[in-house]
């Protein structure tokens, strides 16, 4: 299993990771992307300790503990269904809530 280290204050949190997603992968296979890292939580996550991370450049998934983003100052008030769209390419990052 490989380990990144991410820090993320060295990222910038935005709002269109999702659609860029979309655009790279076609609405249906996004939703897909985004069910199937919600599946990687329900199936090997801890709730309340792990979030779901999807790589927007690969379409690649992940689990990574929150408590991550809590040492980098990020209030995230965690929720079921809750992923983090990850770009390193572009050094940001979008939590993003997807609805059942």
Same mark, same amino acid.
Do not use: C, H
């Given at each position: 299993?490989?380990?990144?280290?991410?820090? /993320?204050?060295?990222?910038?949190?935005?709002n269109?990771?999702?659609?860029?997603?979309?655009?790279?992968?076609?609405f249906?296979? $996004?939703?897909k992307?985004?069910? =199937? $890292? +919600? #599946? +990687? =939580?329900?199936?090997?996550?801890?709730?309340?300790?792990?979030?779901?991370?999807? /790589?927007?450049?690969?379409?690649?998934?992940?689990?990574?503990?929150?408590? +991550?983003?809590?040492?980098?100052?990020?209030?995230?008030?965690?929720? #079921?269904? =809750?992923?983090?769209?990850?770009?390193?390419?572009?050094?940001?990052? =979008?939590?993003?809530?997807?609805?059942?």
């Amino acid at each position: 299993m490989k380990t990144l280290k991410i820090e /993320f204050s060295k990222y910038e949190s935005v709002n269109f990771l999702w659609s860029e997603l979309i655009e790279d992968y076609g609405f249906e296979k $996004a939703r897909k992307i985004v069910s =199937q $890292a +919600i #599946d +990687i =939580q329900k199936m090997n996550g801890t709730k309340n300790s792990t979030m779901p991370i999807i /790589f927007s450049g690969t379409g690649g998934l992940a689990l990574i503990p929150i408590e +991550i983003l809590e040492k980098e100052d990020f209030k995230i008030s965690y929720e #079921d269904n =809750q992923v983090l769209i990850f770009s390193l390419k572009r050094k940001s990052f =979008q939590i993003l809530n997807e609805a059942n």
